[in-house]
């Protein structure tokens, strides 16, 4: 049976900073809402000592893509667990900026712990209807969505065992979904399956780090964790519980997947 272990179940929590890094990162990062002792910082500012370091940014410019492997590679000299959550262009782009996105994604992946890529492509399927710059806000608040839930959970000693997990795959994907009612659970699960970024197939995935917020925490979250093993029977499983609006009544999962 593959590993399963509950993140945050200590009092001290790990030190983390959430970087931002050129016009994307830094439109991401204001989505961000940073529990203590997590921090906020762009790329210009001053050096804050962290035990996980999430960096965020665009791939594909000549400051974002860059900059998202220098952090990483500060980072690893300090020591620090680092994931960087990116975006890769549009197709319509064209070659020039996608073959520099490649380029910066291979650095980035040479020098973080873990990457997890968000493709503008399929933000279409998600925001067809938006104009470009409320597409992209769109996009920004979901990627958000995964900084503050790691920043909110992880304890001081579960940080060298995530990054060794992040370290032993070198994709991840990110998925999110939400159920009401009944089987709110189920759906949940199979929705964070089906989004956009998660393009690969559920029995691929060898690590998850699976964040549940629901009314019924405890039960939810179990019966959460046994949706996902029943479709990635061979993935090790790192979990928690996140707090939960009391005013909201839908179970919801957020799914690091590494393949």
Not at 14 to 34: F, K, Q
């Amino acid at each position: 049976m593959p590993d399963i272990w509950q993140l945050g179940t200590e009092d001290e929590r790990a030190r983390v900073a959430i970087i931002g890094c050129g016009g994307a990162g830094c439109n991401i990062l204001r989505h961000v809402t940073s529990p203590p002792p997590a921090i906020r910082i762009a790329l210009n500012d001053a050096v804050h000592p962290s035990d996980v370091i999430l960096i965020l940014g665009g791939l594909g410019g000549e400051l974002g893509g860059w900059g998202m492997g220098l952090v990483g590679r500060v980072a690893r000299i300090l020591g620090d667990a680092t994931l960087a959550l990116a975006t890769v262009p549009f197709t319509m782009e064209g070659p020039i900026r996608r073959q520099l996105a490649e380029a910066q994604l291979q650095l980035l992946q040479k020098r973080v712990d873990g990457v997890v890529t968000f493709s503008n492509d399929r933000l279409l399927q998600v925001a067809r209807d938006l104009p470009l710059t409320k597409a992209f806000a769109a996009l920004g608040a979901i990627m958000a969505r995964p900084a503050s839930s790691l920043s909110d959970v992880l304890g001081r000693s579960d940080v060298a065992r995530l990054r060794r997990m992040l370290g032993r795959v070198r994709e991840w994907r990110f998925g999110m979904g939400a159920g009401r009612e009944k089987h709110r659970c189920f759906v949940a699960v199979e929705e964070a399956y089906a989004s956009p970024w998660f393009t690969s197939l559920p029995e691929e995935v060898r690590y998850a780090v699976v964040l549940v917020s629901s009314p019924d925490g405890g039960a939810d979250a179990a019966e959460i964790l046994r949706q996902i093993r029943l479709r990635s029977p061979q993935a090790e499983l790192a979990w928690a519980i996140l707090s939960h609006p009391p005013d909201d009544d839908r179970a919801v999962v957020q799914v690091l997947g590494g393949v």
